[in-house]
């Protein structure tokens, strides 16, 4: 079962980290294939909580190597923070190994998204603010700056300027910002030349190289389906490919050397950021569903928007990602519920839609069609089997897996690293 893709199948925040910790020591490489420091993953490892926005979850697994993709967006001054933070706490971060086509994000592009949202106004994304945007914007204009342009000067001293000669434009004369010094970037980028340059690889020939060999790697998206570029809900979305075809083109890995692709399913449905989110509470019930759950953003701590599970996007992230695996984690948030509502269609101005509707302002005006399931009061976060579960949830996990179209492997019964159901081994 050598490459194993994990997505989000929501809008982001469904708790990965329940579905790598599974797989934990059966893996060799994991990669990182699109995104950036927009991320933000809690990993705890014995009693420690690590914070981590950029590096892959694998940099914490001992005899992993962590590999950040070329469908990644770069921030060095986010990397090596995040590498030196975790050093002086005594975990080794030597294996990394980054793509030397990777992008760069410039200060200039942090700016520029903030910039943006504000230019924006009430049309505003809700973006991280971190620059992944305007970043991948440069490189689809291909005007970006890659890992590679560090190690020879001269390129990269063209590449800047070109892309200054735009953005200066931009910065001063539209949003009334300083112009921005080439030799202010350059010395920038290049203080961190020498460190990065032992990291820094081909790495979809290193990931060749280790499929072939019969190791097992670990594509992890960043993000979520529903945030996806092409396949979210667009344009509230983040600007790289979150679903498992970017998993290819994020790694060089081909497609029929995918085995299997995970989905990570909340039991009820949050968002970070605007946009349109049909099953959203903005009553008692949404701040029930924040409180137990703890749903604040571990990137920008904002309270996340939080809503009843919506099988309509729970088939559609089967379909577009061809689900394997479904992860169902948080179950137990639902617990002590009497009713547990469940969004099986949409009625978009008196028209059921059972699939995503085609166009953006159909999906605008969708409203949820639920059905209401019975609920469950016992604790259920020390049990292991699905025959352990109240009979409620059980059919709850298995009126979900139904609607949703691929089956559930594992349920997550609690925040601990080991409060799980395995249904079905995920490698
Ligand atoms: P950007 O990725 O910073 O450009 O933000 C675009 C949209 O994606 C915003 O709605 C963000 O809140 C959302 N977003 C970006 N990264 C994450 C994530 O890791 N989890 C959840 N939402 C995210």
Not at 48 to 73: D, W
């Amino acid at each position: 079962m050598p490459a194993i893709v994990i997505v989000g199948a929501q809008w982001g925040d469904e708790g990965k980290g329940k579905a790598t910790d599974l797989l934990g020591s059966s893996v060799d490489y994991v990669v990182k294939f699109n995104g950036g420091n927009n991320a933000g993953h809690t990993v705890v490892v014995d009693d420690q909580t690590y914070a981590l926005h950029l590096l892959p979850s694998g940099i914490l697994t001992p005899g992993v190597v962590p590999v950040i993709g070329n469908g990644v967006v770069v921030d060095l001054d986010v990397l090596f923070e995040e590498i030196d933070g975790l050093e002086t706490r005594g975990v080794d971060t030597s294996r990394l190994v980054i793509s030397a086509n990777a992008h760069l994000i410039a200060p200039y592009n942090r700016v520029l998204d903030k910039v943006t949202e504000r230019f924006l106004g009430s049309r505003r994304i809700g973006t991280t603010g971190r620059g992944i945007g305007p970043t991948y914007a440069d490189k689809m204009n291909r005007i970006g700056i890659r890992v590679q342009d560090l190690f020879d000067e001269k390129i990269l001293q063209q590449k800047v300027e070109g892309a200054l000669e735009l953005k200066n434009q931009v910065l001063a004369k539209i949003y009334n910002r300083r112009a921005v010094e080439v030799d202010e970037i350059l010395d920038g980028l290049l203080a961190h030349a020498d460190r990065v340059r032992p990291m820094v690889a081909d790495t979809a020939l290193l990931l060749d190289a280790a499929l072939t060999r019969g190791d097992v790697v670990l594509l992890e998206a960043g993000q979520a389906t529903l945030l996806d570029v092409d396949h979210g809900t667009y344009p509230f979305v983040t600007s790289s490919s979150a679903t498992a075809g970017g998993a290819c083109t994020g790694s060089g890995i081909p497609p029929n050397r995918i085995d299997r692709v995970v989905a990570i399913l909340k039991a009820y449905t949050t968002r970070v950021g605007e946009g349109p989110f049909p099953t959203e509470l903005h009553d008692d019930a949404g701040e029930l569903l924040r409180k137990t759950g703890h749903e604040y953003g571990t990137t920008t701590g904002r309270p996340r928007r939080c809503g009843w599970f919506d099988a309509v996007i729970a088939r559609y992230a089967a379909r577009v990602n061809g689900v394997t695996d479904f992860v169902l984690t948080k179950l137990d948030v639902l617990t002590g519920l009497e009713k547990v509502p469940v969004c099986v269609a949409y009625d978009v101005d008196g028209v059921r839609h059972a699939e995503m509707p085609m166009t953006q302002t159909e999906f605008h005006h969708a409203t949820p069609v639920f059905e209401e399931l019975p609920g469950w009061w016992e604790d259920i976060s020390l049990c292991r089997r699905l025959k352990d579960l109240p009979a409620n949830a059980q059919s709850y996990v298995r009126t979900v897996e139904e609607m949703a179209g691929a089956p559930v492997s594992v349920v997550g019964v609690g925040p601990g690293r080991d409060a799980c159901v395995v249904l079905r081994d995920l490698a």
